[in-house]
């Protein structure tokens, strides 16, 4: 999730989320792993939630043993150098983390996307559907500052087998992915 939605400054540790829901569930996460409850304030002007914590033990651990970017993670981010090195299942979870931040579903179709700013996590991500029989295709959008690299998965059957082998949290994206089905 950090690697989608997060950012690490000053010793402080942030993933912004629209979803009240999953932000509580992303604090009771952190909370879990890390024994630290995260802050949760409402941002009006962008509606949006943050879930932040300063924490120099956590942060360091974050940056030095996870290779989670600092300052802006959208910018500097990159594949974790042991990434490849796991097993599948932690590598799932990975690709579950980046869905919870950078997926979507599209209420008219059934279709999942991702979209992410570093084209080795994108192939990263896709050499773990393949892996899985999960059948995707690739693109690229140069839409913003960054070329946006994406994956995107269609049909009933295909997302019903993502929903059963990638883990993920999201409240809302299990719900949209579930009404197909």
């Not at 290779?67 to 993670?73: F, I, R």
């Not at 839409?143 to 087998?161: A, C, F, M, S, T």
């Amino acid at each position: 999730m950090l690697h989608g939605d997060g950012n690490m400054f000053n010793k402080r540790i942030l993933i912004t989320e629209k979803n009240k829901d999953f932000c509580d569930e992303i604090s009771q996460l952190f909370e879990n792993v890390f024994a630290i409850a995260l802050n949760i304030f409402y941002d009006k002007n962008r509606g949006s939630y943050y879930c932040h914590v300063k924490n120099s033990v956590v942060y360091r651990y974050l940056v030095e043993v996870l290779d989670v970017p600092k300052q802006s993670v959208r910018k500097n981010i990159s594949l974790p150098t042991y990434m490849k090195k796991l097993s599948l299942k932690f590598q799932k979870e990975y690709v579950g983390g980046l869905f919870d931040a950078e997926g979507w579903v599209t209420s008219r179709q059934a279709h999942v996307g991702l979209s992410i700013t570093n084209k080795n996590i994108r192939d990263f991500v896709s050499e773990i559907l393949t892996k899985c029989g999960i059948k995707h295709t690739k693109s690229f959008r140069d839409r913003r500052e960054n070329i946006e690299y994406e994956i995107h998965i269609y049909g009933k059957d295909n997302l019903k087998k993502f929903q059963k082998i990638i883990s993920f949290m999201h409240p809302l994206k299990i719900i949209k992915i579930s009404s197909f089905y």
